[in-house]
């Protein structure tokens, strides 16, 4: 048997249960914040695809509770076939907008996304982090998160400069200032 194979953890039930709950409570937290930003369809059908096959049993075979299945799933296999199922079929992930520029010297590169799916992304970001921090989370968890990751990863200049200043608007000014803010960039309809 491959050594791989020894790694890879057993379906059992209340997986099955705890991680139905995770993925829906990441949902509605979502659906709250795009709502009262007025992205009501993109709340209503946010990370839809993580209830199907490819993502789903990933997620319960890899549950852990306190971070993404798809980092477990990365850590047996070398890469994450969920995580590559679900950032292809969701906007608001800086990587499904990472394509081959017209310059081939350039090899891939970020294209710069559309105001309401960085707005999507940030709800996101906020709910993700509540989710897996629980009581520890606080406004500044999703910029802790972002500096984490920010050297090895692959976005528009300008998307990622919109993303830090969103970031630090929720880490010093709040949720309320945040929410506030990205109204009058969808308003406008670009950064």
């Not at 292809?88 to 992930?93: A, P, Q, T, Y």
């Not at 709800?123 to 920010?150: F, H, L, Q, W």
């Not at 998307?159 to 109204?183: D, M, N, P």
């Amino acid at each position: 048997m491959p050594e791989n194979e020894m790694k890879i953890p057993k379906i059992k039930l209340v997986n099955i249960v705890k991680h139905f709950c995770t993925i829906t409570r990441h949902r509605l937290l979502v659906c709250k914040h795009c709502f009262k930003i007025g992205l009501y369809w993109q709340g209503l059908t946010h990370d839809l695809s993580k209830y199907s096959p490819e993502e789903f049993w990933t997620g319960v075979r890899f549950y852990q509770g306190t971070r993404s299945p798809n980092a477990a799933e990365r850590e047996v296999y070398g890469f994450s076939k969920a995580w590559l199922h679900h950032k292809g079929r969701n906007k608001h992930h800086f990587e499904y907008w990472i394509d081959f520029s017209m310059d081939k010297s350039k090899g891939l590169v970020g294209n710069k996304m559309p105001v309401n799916y960085v707005a999507e992304m940030m709800m996101d970001r906020i709910a993700a982090s509540s989710v897996y921090k629980g009581k520890d989370y606080t406004n500044s968890s999703p910029m802790e998160y972002y500096n984490r990751e920010k050297d090895f990863i692959v976005i528009h200049p300008e998307t990622r400069a919109l993303l830090v200043h969103l970031l630090t608007v929720l880490s010093e000014q709040g949720e309320e200032a945040l929410f506030a803010e990205i109204r009058v960039l969808l308003k406008k309809g670009d950064y």
